[in-house]
Structures are given as structure tokens and as C-alpha cells.
């Protein structure tokens, strides 16, 4: 109860960027009546390395958070790492997260945080194009999604596809919102 009670206070204390949404602890972005598919045909392997946020869906925990990269590697125990890293405007980095994921079907990780009480969230690969340069994220309880792209900068034609990814998966893609890299 305490380490809640702690997360609450430091997403409270967060400073957002100026007209930036914070979404709520439970907000959810998708209608969850529609189904959700992740990528039957994932390949785990290429998806490792780094991956620039390039749009998000408002969480309290990402409030203020620019330039975000997340990256990924094999462990020896057949997972894989995960390290989040939350810069300022300035690009000095705010905040990192170490966490691993665990693979439970095509494209369907389960991704904990040992720092974070809620135990391991769901992390579905949604889409990922044909080079693993773009990537859809989201997750069936509809309270967060993602676009990740190899680069910091994305081309318009993915960033189109992604959003329409994640249209079709039911998903309010009016909250999206673009990351400043």
C-alpha cells in the first residue's frame, strides 16, 4: 500500500509539458468491445534494440516525458530487458525504468517493472511493418498504446498506417498524442 500510495504522490508531483493531456491512472483509450489482435507472425529477435516514442496515448507515469526511447535485449533466460528512458526538453534524461518481458504468444508480451506494484501488464505488438521500423503497441484493456519507430523521426505514410492500426483496433486515436524527439 505504501509503494501506491508513493507512485500516486510522484505521478501528482509530475510536471507536465505546457498543454500537454495527463491522462488519468485508469483512463482507458479504447473501446474494448471491439477485439484486438496482436501480430501472429512476430519475429522477437528483430524487434530488439532501440525504439524512439514517437506517439503515445497520455499516462500519468510518461507526464512531461520527451525524447523517449525504449530499448531491448536478449537475456540469458530467454526474455528480454527492457530500459525506458524519459528525457526533459533539454535532453537530459528524467527518469529510466529497467524491467524485463516475458514472451506468451505471437506478438503478446507480459512486461513487469520490479519497481512498480501492479505486477506484469499486457504489451501486444499490434503491427509492425515489414523492416521492423515501425511498430504498433497496445493493450487490451485500452489503457495505453504506443508508436515506435527505429528512428526519431517518422515517416508520414507509417505514421499513418500505425494511427490506422490502432483506429481498427478500437482505439480513440483523437487522444493520441505526437512525442517531441
Same mark, same amino acid.
Given at each position: 500500500?505504501?509503494?501506491?500510495?508513493?507512485?500516486?504522490?510522484? &505521478?501528482?508531483?509530475?510536471?507536465?509539458?505546457?498543454?500537454?493531456?495527463?491522462?488519468?491512472? /485508469?483512463?482507458?483509450?479504447?473501446?474494448?468491445?471491439?477485439?484486438?489482435?496482436?501480430?501472429?507472425? *512476430? =519475429?522477437?529477435? +528483430? %524487434? !530488439?534494440?532501440?525504439? %524512439?516514442?514517437?506517439?503515445? *496515448? @497520455?499516462? @500519468? *507515469?510518461?507526464?512531461?516525458?520527451?525524447?523517449?526511447?525504449?530499448?531491448?535485449? !536478449?537475456? #540469458? =533466460?530467454?526474455?528480454?530487458?527492457?530500459?525506458?528512458?524519459?528525457?526533459? @526538453? $533539454?535532453?537530459?534524461?528524467?527518469?529510466?525504468?529497467?524491467?524485463?518481458?516475458?514472451?506468451?504468444?505471437?506478438?503478446?508480451?507480459?512486461?513487469? *517493472?520490479?519497481?512498480? @506494484?501492479?505486477?506484469?501488464? =499486457?504489451?501486444?505488438?499490434?503491427?509492425? $511493418?515489414?523492416?521492423?521500423?515501425?511498430?504498433?503497441?497496445?493493450?487490451?484493456?485500452?489503457?495505453?498504446?504506443?508508436? !515506435?519507430?527505429? =528512428?526519431?523521426?517518422?515517416? &508520414? $505514410? +507509417?505514421?499513418?498506417?500505425?494511427?490506422?492500426?490502432? #483506429? /481498427?483496433?478500437?482505439?480513440? &486515436?483523437?487522444?493520441?498524442?505526437? &512525442?517531441?524527439?
Amino acid at each position: 500500500m505504501r509503494a501506491l500510495a508513493a507512485l500516486l504522490l510522484i &505521478v501528482a508531483c509530475a510536471k507536465p509539458l505546457l498543454n500537454e493531456p495527463v491522462g488519468q491512472l /485508469f483512463e482507458v483509450y479504447r473501446d474494448t468491445t471491439i477485439p484486438i489482435a496482436s501480430k501472429a507472425v *512476430f =519475429d522477437p529477435a +528483430r %524487434y !530488439l534494440g532501440t525504439w %524512439y516514442e514517437v506517439a503515445r *496515448f @497520455p499516462v @500519468p *507515469f510518461e507526464t512531461g516525458c520527451v525524447k523517449v526511447t525504449a530499448e531491448y535485449a !536478449l537475456q #540469458d =533466460d530467454g526474455n528480454i530487458s527492457v530500459l525506458n528512458t524519459c528525457r526533459n @526538453p $533539454d535532453s537530459t534524461v528524467r527518469s529510466t525504468i529497467q524491467g524485463s518481458a516475458q514472451i506468451v504468444g505471437p506478438g503478446r508480451l507480459k512486461v513487469s *517493472f520490479p519497481s512498480v @506494484p501492479f505486477g506484469a501488464s =499486457d504489451y501486444w505488438i499490434l503491427w509492425v $511493418d515489414e523492416g521492423y521500423r515501425t511498430a504498433v503497441v497496445g493493450a487490451p484493456n485500452g489503457r495505453s498504446g504506443w508508436i !515506435l519507430n527505429r =528512428d526519431p523521426k517518422i515517416p &508520414v $505514410d +507509417r505514421l499513418n498506417a500505425a494511427r490506422e492500426v490502432l #483506429d /481498427f483496433n478500437g482505439y480513440n &486515436v483523437s487522444k493520441l498524442m505526437e &512525442v517531441p524527439q
